[in-house]
């Protein structure tokens, strides 16, 4: 799929990884809308872009319905969706103050798991109805993301372990379904990338977990995984899988 002037939607493209993506796609000719949580951010990344923000909570139907329908308005029918909306824990299933809340693991789910999957069934649905394109007869592609952690979860990983690996999971039977309708599905599982998380972080603890990378030895770029994302929309070949984006990292138990 070319990406020049096709709408692209980015969930989570305030900060992070959904931010390199949107600036890279920008750059690209895409006309970009983010949905974010986070109003604030996500209005100042399109503002640099000349793209759209809304407000979107991936967990709430209404809500990822109204962004959909406000920047298909001005943009036109999206082709193409990025997913990386999503949030962090660190817990074990069960420590010295008890087992970990249930409502702690649902939240993990919810927001990581079946937002995935609400933004893609409701995205997809609409991506139905597009004429194909004439080169590669495609309606349109979606790209998850879900961590190298749904494969070697460490000590305190078990709720975010587990909403990636239904991420992974979902990949396969996505694509198959959509396959007919000439819509493609991927999964990108980063490794550990220089986000705002890590760069809270003190120097030695970064440089402790760049040294844990076989190479190259240090974190991962953001904009290292909108390159992926811009070449899995523009390779038609690629549908049904799950990539790895970690050096080589394969992660320890704790």
Do not use: W
């Not at 990025?82 to 103050?97: D, P, T």
């Not at 760049?210 to 899995?232: I, N, Q």
Request: charged content about 25%; proline content about 4%.
């Amino acid at each position: 799929m070319v990406i020049t002037q096709c709408a692209v939607l980015i969930s989570g493209g305030g900060s992070g990884m959904g931010e390199a993506t949107a600036r890279r796609l920008h750059q690209q000719g895409a006309k970009i809308a983010i949905l974010d949580i986070n109003k604030e951010s996500a209005k100042k990344v399109a503002d640099d872009i000349q793209g759209i923000a809304y407000h979107c909570d991936v967990t709430d139907e209404e809500s990822v319905r109204h962004a959909l329908e406000e920047a298909e308005k001005i943009h036109g029918p999206a082709r193409i969706l990025v997913q990386c909306a999503g949030i962090l824990n660190s817990r074990r299933m069960v420590n010295r103050e008890g087992p970990m809340p249930l409502s702690e693991f649902e939240r993990i789910i919810r927001v990581n798991l079946i937002g995935s999957f609400n933004l893609m069934r409701l995205a997809s649905e609409r991506m139905l109805t597009l004429e194909p394109l004439l080169d590669s007869k495609e309606r349109g592609v979606i790209i998850n993301t879900a961590s190298i952690a749904a494969f070697e979860g460490q000590i305190g990983q078990i709720a975010y372990s587990a909403s990636k690996g239904g991420i992974v999971s979902m990949t396969l039977p996505a694509a198959r379904e959509l396959a007919p309708f000439g819509i493609r599905v991927v999964t990108i599982a980063p490794g550990l990338v220089d986000t705002p998380l890590f760069q809270s972080l003190s120097e030695k603890a970064r440089a402790d977990l760049a040294e844990s990378v076989p190479f190259p030895k240090r974190l991962a770029h953001p904009d290292e995984y909108a390159k992926l994302v811009a070449h899995v929309i523009e390779n038609v070949m690629l549908n049904g899988e799950v990539i790895r984006l970690d050096g080589a990292l394969r992660l320890q138990a704790k």
